[in-house]
Every structure is written in structure tokens, then in C-alpha cells.
């Protein structure tokens, strides 16, 4: 069986990287939404700088640091900067394909995540708690979102990454546009390799 640091440790050898196998690896995850609703997620991520949006200064790792993606979730922000779940705002009818791009190639294109029959990230369907606004009793955590599971693509150090989305109604085909109170999110979660040196303590 292959495992997630064996995944890692292959595609760091095919690069040249050979000191990421002394760096600590944990479990992590990387956020952001599409504010300027462009139909890209993590290329603006510099410009955000708020933990509301986004958990990146950058769209690339530094040196020795690396993303092996397991999930890839989306969900919505409001202009209030509310987040919920992407099946009640969009409805079960909805649909996002979407592609990932590391540097010049797409390692996943046209990879559709269908709001109706799929899984919820972490949580029940029916669990609600305020997110990053006040006053609310409807607004989902990110973890509570449609997802796809068992991706197993690895990002690597020191290469720019995104998302490009696109939405349709699966009944009409009709393309269904996100507006500032409708605003798509992307939750990458897997297996991270931090910056610092696995050494005991």
C-alpha cells in the first residue's frame, strides 16, 4: 500500500528535493475564496490577508514545503463574510467541474462535485453554528460543505497553484453565475509538510 509520505517522498525525489524528507509532516489544510469572482480560487490569495478569506500569504509553498491533497471541498461566502453550506445557496440541482493547476499543468480537469448526494466534510447535514459573522444561526462552518475525497495529488514547494470553477444547473445546463453574496470557496485538505526539521524532543 501506498502511503501519503510515500506519495510525497516520490514526487520530492523526481524533483530533486532532497531535504524534504527531514521536514515534519502533519495534517493541513489551505483556504480561499473567489472575492473577485473571477472563476479562479488561490491565484488572488496575496491580495486577501484575512483569515476570514483566506489562511495564505501566497499561491505557492516555500522551500520544503508541500500539500498532499486528500479533499477538495467548496462552500460560499457572503459579502458579510458569512460562510454556508454550497447545496443550500445553490441548491441539490448544482454542480461546480473545476480543474487544479500547478505551475503550466492541469493534473485535475473538468472534475465535476455535485451538490446533491454528496458527502459533508467532517459534519452532519443538518449541524448550523455561526461562522465569522455575529447574529446568525444558519451560516456552516467550511467543514460542513460538499466535497471530493481520495484526490492523492501532491503540491509541490515553490510553484504557483490554483483552482478555475465553473457552476451549472446539471437539470438545464445552464452556467449559474456567483455574485459578491454568493461567493465560492475551496478547502484543500490533506497530509502537509511543514517548514521545520523533524527532529525528537
Known sequence: MITAQDKILHVANKLGLTSLKDMQA??????DVDTDLAGQIFSS??????????????????????LLVENIAFYVRDAAGLIFN?????????VIVFDLIIGNKRVMKDTPVFAAGSPYTFANVA???????EGSATAFLPRN???????????????????????FNVVTGAIIVPTA??????????????????TSI
Not at 490569495?45 to 508541500?66: G, S, Y
Not at 453574496?181 to 523533524?198: D, S, W
Open 127 to 133: 449541524t448550523s453554528t455561526v461562522a465569522f459573522g
Open 45 to 66: 490569495a496575496t491580495r486577501h490577508q484575512n483569515p476570514t478569506v483566506t489562511n495564505l500569504t501566497d499561491n505557492q509553498f516555500e522551500v520544503n514545503e508541500a
Open 181 to 198: 453574496a454568493t461567493a465560492i470557496g475551496c478547502y484543500l485538505f490533506g497530509t502537509k509538510v511543514l517548514l521545520n526539521f523533524n
Open 86 to 94: 454550497f447545496q443550500r445557496i445553490y441548491g441539490s440541482q448544482a
Open 26 to 31: 502533519s495534517t493541513g489544510a489551505v483556504y
Open 145 to 167: 460543505q460538499v466535497f471530493m475525497e481520495g484526490a492523492g495529488v501532491l503540491i509541490p514547494p515553490q510553484i504557483q497553484w490554483y483552482v478555475e470553477y465553473r457552476i
